[in-house]
Nanobody, 116 residues
């Protein structure tokens, strides 16, 4: 089974940057796609960005031009570079992965707080 370990969250001022990492381990079939989601209290968990094994990326409109998702397939590691952070970006960020077998896994989540 796949384990996803997330790191990189923290407190940052508006306009600042942060980089999240998500390391996937235990996959034998390979990962077809990985993504970042975020959730605030009382709200639905929403997609932030995703990337397929072929390199196709998708972003939420709210983060386009500010966030960049990337992947290192050799290390099964997902990254989210977050620039020009806004208070509205404050949330718990989750990493997920979809294997070639169609199984979906979630990481533990990491808190990102954007505040002066």
């Amino acid at each position: 089974q796949v384990q996803l370990v997330v790191s990189g969250g923290g407190l940052v001022q508006p306009g600042g940057s942060l980089r999240l990492s998500c390391v996937a381990s235990g996959s034998r079939s390979g990962i077809a796609a990985m993504g970042w989601y975020r959730q605030t209290p009382g709200k639905q968990r929403k997609l932030v960005a995703r990337i397929t094994s072929g390199g196709t990326t998708n972003y939420s409109d709210s983060v386009k031009g500010r966030f960049t998702i990337s992947r290192d397939n050799a290390k099964n590691t997902l990254y989210l570079q977050m620039n020009i952070l806004k208070p509205e970006d404050t949330a718990v960020y989750y990493c997920n992965a979809i294997t070639m077998m169609g199984l979906i896994y979630w990481g533990q989540g990491t808190q990102v707080t954007v505040s002066s």
